[in-house]
């Protein structure tokens, strides 16, 4: 069960994120730095209303045993309100927002995305369904097939000179068509009634994520939003760069630790989920680690090539982000221990703490620009993550050695891959044109790295080799 659930979350991550990832290629053709700017400025506001609504009772349902007709039918009567409410405050706050940035542009956006809101809030109920009865595959043809719709519509309206409209259209369409293609495929809808008893239960476990997640949205997009008062081509940089880091980082998230947390909860058998933890401690060291040295070789010619010059500028700050997607994915990692073990309220002031630093560290790097300021995130963030392995040291039982070594040991073959690659590259960067380049990058990297793994095997490449290649023998 566990194998093809991240199989088709493989599918669905990969699937969804090739779609919008290809849609963002054209728009950053078709529009300007100003305009991803526009919708930087607001992307802290977004995810923030967008968890508030929530509260963090979907984990709840996850991490219960068995959550009844009851517990969903009160969940989605809760979120429904919640997204009204905040969509109503976020288009009564448009004008003030708008005057605080100095664009009325910024007006209209808001007022659509508060509308989405509501859709937004209708899916969650439906999607953590299919998430806590590991209905992966369907949860798959939904999500590419509402992806292929909001991001189509989107290409359209800005290939027609709607501008930013083109951005703000893939975020409202999405909302719609995941409600609409989640009650199809799931033929379920659940009952309009709450229940106080419910509500405490799931409320008391989720409280302390959903002030965890804020938290989190805070400090990831505070950079971006900042910026936006010094220019929007600025802040319209940062969100490209951070955009194209996330998308990765984004594939590995979902498709190992998201469903990893649905696997493990489901898991009653505490030797069996111990080793669970510390298989894929060592599975998302090893590729998120490996994904950001290959993201490093590629960050030039692929911003060459994918968006054309007018988007070079973000290079430097993109390889900066690189090393916090990594620290990120690790701390979530490190968080779904932490709720695997009911420990969210040490989620929630862990977050608080970093968020704090991180104000601080930015205060000090803002006069001096916009790689000063992405450096301040990424410091917060590595002191955080130093807390966070401590305390899986401690909830586990394991001893500290024991994880780094978890953590590190992998990484030889990879990292002597990108010292390989790097020479390369200097020697082949004035010779090539930047499609090839990138080819090349790729299939050095990956060729070097498992011709080294066959030479010098470690034993997590030995058992996802042998997972591959049992794969493909039952194919044939």
Same mark, same amino acid.
């Given at each position: 069960?566990a194998?093809?659930v991240y199989?088709?979350?493989?599918?669905?991550?990969?699937?969804t994120?090739v779609i919008?990832?290809t849609g963002?290629i054209v728009?950053?053709?078709?529009?300007?730095?100003?305009?991803f700017?526009?919708?930087g400025?607001?992307?802290?506001f977004?995810?923030?209303a967008?968890?508030?609504?929530s509260?963090?009772?979907?984990?709840?349902?996850?991490n219960?045993?068995?959550p009844?007709?009851r517990?969903y039918s009160?969940?989605?009567?809760?979120?429904a309100?919640?997204g009204?409410?905040?969509?109503?405050?976020f288009?009564?706050?448009?004008?003030?927002?708008?005057?605080?940035f100095?664009y009325?542009?910024l007006i209209g956006?808001?007022w659509?995305?508060?509308i989405c809101?509501f859709?937004?809030t209708?899916?969650?109920?439906q999607e953590?369904?299919m998430?806590?009865?590991?209905?992966i595959?369907?949860m798959?043809?939904?999500?590419i097939?509402?992806?292929?719709c909001?991001?189509g519509l989107?290409?359209?309206?800005?290939?027609n000179?709607y501008?930013y409209?083109?951005?703000?259209s893939?975020r409202?369409f999405l909302s719609f068509?995941l409600?609409?293609?989640?009650?199809?495929?799931s033929r379920?809808?659940?009952?309009?009634?709450f229940y106080k008893?419910?509500?405490?239960?799931l409320?008391?476990?989720?409280?302390?994520?959903?002030?965890?997640?804020?938290v989190?949205?805070?400090?990831?997009?505070?950079?971006?939003?900042?910026?936006?008062?010094?220019s929007?081509?600025?802040?319209?940089?940062?969100?490209?760069?951070?955009?194209?880091?996330e998308?990765?980082f984004?594939?590995?998230?979902?498709?190992f630790?998201?469903?990893?947390?649905a696997?493990?909860?489901?898991?009653?058998?505490?030797?069996?989920?111990?080793?669970?933890?510390?298989?894929m401690l060592?599975?998302?060291s090893?590729?998120n680690i490996s994904?950001?040295?290959?993201?490093?070789?590629?960050s030039?010619?692929?911003?060459?090539?994918l968006?054309g010059?007018?988007w070079?500028?973000?290079?430097?700050?993109?390889?900066? *982000?690189?090393? +916090?997607?990594?620290?990120?994915?690790?701390k $979530?990692? %490190?968080?779904?221990?932490l709720? #695997?073990?009911?420990?969210?309220?040490?989620?929630?002031?862990?977050?608080?703490?970093e968020?704090?630093?991180q104000?601080?560290?930015?205060?000090i790097a803002y006069p001096?620009?916009?790689k000063?300021i992405?450096?301040?995130?990424?410091v917060?963030?590595?002191i955080?993550?130093?807390?966070?392995?401590f305390k899986?040291?401690?909830?586990?039982?394991?001893?500290?050695?024991?994880i780094?070594?978890?953590m590190?040991s992998p990484?030889?073959i990879?990292?002597?891959a990108?010292?390989?690659?790097a020479i390369g590259?200097?020697y082949w960067?004035d010779l *090539?044109?930047? +499609?090839?380049?990138?080819?090349v990058i790729? $299939?050095l %990297?990956?060729?070097?790295?498992i #011709?080294?793994w066959?030479?010098?095997p470690h034993?997590?490449?030995i058992?996802?080799?042998a997972?591959v290649l049992?794969?493909?023998?039952l194919?044939?």
């Amino acid at each position: 069960m566990a194998k093809g659930v991240y199989k088709w979350m493989a599918i669905d991550r990969i699937g969804t994120t090739v779609i919008t990832f290809t849609g963002n290629i054209v728009l950053a053709r078709l529009l300007t730095q100003f305009d991803f700017g526009l919708l930087g400025m607001l992307a802290m506001f977004i995810g923030l209303a967008y968890n508030a609504s929530s509260c963090g009772l979907s984990d709840g349902l996850i991490n219960k045993a068995h959550p009844t007709e009851r517990d969903y039918s009160t969940v989605f009567v809760f979120n429904a309100g919640m997204g009204i409410v905040l969509g109503s405050i976020f288009i009564l706050c448009s004008k003030i927002v708008a005057n605080f940035f100095g664009y009325p542009e910024l007006i209209g956006i808001m007022w659509a995305v508060g509308i989405c809101f509501f859709f937004n809030t209708l899916v969650f109920t439906q999607e953590t369904r299919m998430r806590k009865e590991l209905s992966i595959k369907k949860m798959c043809i939904v999500r590419i097939s509402a992806s292929v719709c909001a991001v189509g519509l989107g290409i359209w309206l800005a290939a027609n000179g709607y501008s930013y409209w083109g951005l703000v259209s893939c975020r409202v369409f999405l909302s719609f068509f995941l409600f609409v293609f989640y009650v199809i495929a799931s033929r379920w809808f659940p009952k309009i009634a709450f229940y106080k008893d419910s509500f405490k239960e799931l409320f008391g476990y989720g409280i302390n994520l959903m002030w965890a997640y804020m938290v989190t949205i805070i400090s990831r997009y505070i950079n971006s939003t900042v910026l936006g008062t010094r220019s929007s081509a600025d802040s319209g940089i940062y969100s490209q760069a951070q955009k194209m880091e996330e998308v990765p980082f984004g594939i590995i998230e979902t498709t190992f630790n998201w469903p990893f947390f649905a696997v493990a909860a489901n898991e009653l058998d505490p030797v069996k989920r111990k080793q669970l933890c510390r298989e894929m401690l060592q599975w998302m060291s090893l590729l998120n680690i490996s994904v950001g040295m290959l993201l490093m070789l590629l960050s030039a010619p692929g911003f060459l090539f994918l968006f054309g010059e007018k988007w070079m500028n973000a290079v430097p700050i993109f390889r900066i *982000l690189i090393i +916090f997607g990594i620290a990120s994915a690790l701390k $979530a990692f %490190f968080q779904t221990i932490l709720k #695997l073990h009911s420990r969210t309220a040490l989620i929630r002031n862990y977050s608080i703490v970093e968020l704090i630093i991180q104000l601080g560290l930015l205060a000090i790097a803002y006069p001096y620009g916009i790689k000063a300021i992405a450096w301040s995130q990424i410091v917060a963030l590595g002191i955080i993550l130093g807390v966070y392995l401590f305390k899986y040291h401690r909830l586990e039982d394991e001893k500290l050695k024991t994880i780094f070594m978890d953590m590190l040991s992998p990484l030889s073959i990879p990292f002597a891959a990108f010292i390989v690659t790097a020479i390369g590259y200097t020697y082949w960067n004035d010779l *090539l044109n930047p +499609f090839v380049s990138c080819v090349v990058i790729l $299939a050095l %990297f990956c060729s070097t790295t498992i #011709l080294l793994w066959e030479f010098f095997p470690h034993p997590i490449y030995i058992k996802y080799r042998a997972r591959v290649l049992s794969h493909f023998n039952l194919k044939k």
